[in-house]
């Protein structure tokens, strides 16, 4: 079968996600800048950062592969970092591949690792809007708007999450699926940058669900959005938060 593109497969979810597939029998392509990638994982190493890495990827993924079984945006960076970069490699690098690669999806389906982060209410008369605007006009609107970077991240989840569905009523002609999932705190690497930039809400999702989520929690609903398993399933953002929601909004019995 075709293979599937695994962004951020050098970690957490992106990893948990590429030995899935890669155990279901499916040929995976890892990009990531970090090299190391679970066993079975044929790397391609890129600063998603990068317009002219992320157009090598398409070039090297076009002109070695006739058609792709899947894309998985999984990398992200936190609000850690500063507004432009997390803008980069959360929002645009996931367009930019999507776009790239889109004639080689005849079927197959699209996932992007977004976030609860992404249904904050902040941004939500303008994710249209914004959604639209090119890198460098998106960039200079950010820097206009003197965007941190805790804010660029769930505005960047926001957008992801704008463009899976986006995406699905443009892609459904030729058969492509694409969905997003919005977890809750996941055990990763990325989880401790997370607790310094989420204001408290992390260690308040801990208290409400009793644990975090294990990265595999989060690439099992990950792979069935990508298998033909979820074939009905299109145009949504599937929530994995153990119930986070529920606790918060929830009436008491
Ligand atoms: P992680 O830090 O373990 O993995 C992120 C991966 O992205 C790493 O392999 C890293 O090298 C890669 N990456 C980052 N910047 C890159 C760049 N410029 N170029 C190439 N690769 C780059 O984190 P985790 O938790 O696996 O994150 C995966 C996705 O899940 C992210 O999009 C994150 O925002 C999202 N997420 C994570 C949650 C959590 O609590 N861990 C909660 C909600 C969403």
Same mark, same amino acid.
């Given at each position: 079968?075709?293979?599937?593109?695994?962004? #951020?497969?050098?970690?957490?979810?992106?990893?948990?996600?590429?030995?899935? !597939?890669?155990?279901?029998?499916?040929?995976?392509?890892?990009?990531?800048?970090?090299?190391?990638?679970?066993?079975?994982?044929?790397?391609?190493?890129?600063?998603?950062?990068?317009?002219?890495?992320?157009?090598?990827?398409?070039?090297?993924?076009?002109?070695?592969?006739?058609?792709?079984?899947?894309?998985?945006?999984?990398?992200?960076?936190?609000?850690?970092?500063?507004?432009?970069?997390?803008?980069?490699?959360?929002?645009?690098?996931?367009?930019?591949?999507?776009?790239?690669?889109?004639?080689?999806?005849?079927?197959?389906?699209?996932?992007?690792?977004?976030?609860?982060?992404?249904?904050?209410?902040?941004?939500?008369?303008?994710?249209?809007?914004?959604? #639209?605007?090119?890198?460098?006009?998106?960039?200079?609107?950010?820097?206009?708007?003197?965007?941190?970077?805790?804010?660029?991240?769930?505005?960047?989840?926001?957008?992801?999450?704008?463009?899976?569905?986006?995406?699905?009523?443009? !892609?459904?002609?030729?058969?492509?699926?694409?969905?997003?999932?919005?977890?809750?705190?996941?055990?990763?690497?990325?989880? #401790?940058?997370?607790?310094?930039?989420?204001?408290?809400?992390?260690?308040?999702?801990?208290? !409400?669900?009793?644990?975090?989520?294990?990265?595999?929690?989060?690439?099992?609903?990950?792979?069935?959005?990508?298998?033909?398993?979820?074939?009905?399933?299109?145009?949504?953002?599937?929530?994995?938060?153990? #119930?986070?929601?529920?606790?918060?909004?929830?009436?008491?019995?």
């Amino acid at each position: 079968s075709p293979p599937v593109l695994v962004t #951020g497969a050098a970690s957490g979810i992106g990893a948990a996600l590429a030995t899935r !597939l890669v155990r279901a029998g499916l040929r995976v392509i890892g990009a990531d800048r970090a090299a190391e990638m679970p066993e079975g994982v044929e790397p391609i190493c890129c600063d998603l950062t990068d317009p002219q890495a992320l157009a090598a990827v398409v070039d090297r993924l076009r002109g070695r592969f006739p058609r792709l079984g899947g894309l998985a945006h999984v990398a992200g960076v936190p609000g850690t970092v500063d507004a432009a970069t997390v803008l980069a490699v959360n929002w645009l690098a996931p367009r930019k591949l999507t776009e790239g690669l889109l004639d080689s999806l005849e079927g197959g389906a699209i996932v992007s690792v977004a976030s609860l982060a992404g249904h904050h209410p902040e941004y939500a008369d303008q994710v249209a809007e914004l959604a #639209g605007l090119a890198d460098d006009e998106l960039q200079d609107w950010a820097r206009r708007e003197g965007l941190t970077g805790p804010r660029a991240y769930d505005l960047s989840k926001k957008l992801l999450i704008h463009h899976g569905r986006a995406l699905a009523a443009r !892609l459904l002609p030729r058969g492509v699926r694409s969905n997003t999932i919005s977890p809750g705190p996941v055990h990763t690497p990325i989880l #401790g940058d997370f607790r310094s930039s989420m204001n408290g809400s992390v260690e308040r999702s801990e208290h !409400l669900v009793g644990r975090h989520a294990s990265a595999d929690e989060i690439a099992a609903p990950a792979a069935f959005l990508l298998s033909d398993e979820a074939s009905w399933i299109n145009g949504v953002d599937l929530v994995a938060d153990g #119930g986070l929601i529920a606790s918060r909004t929830a009436p008491t019995p």
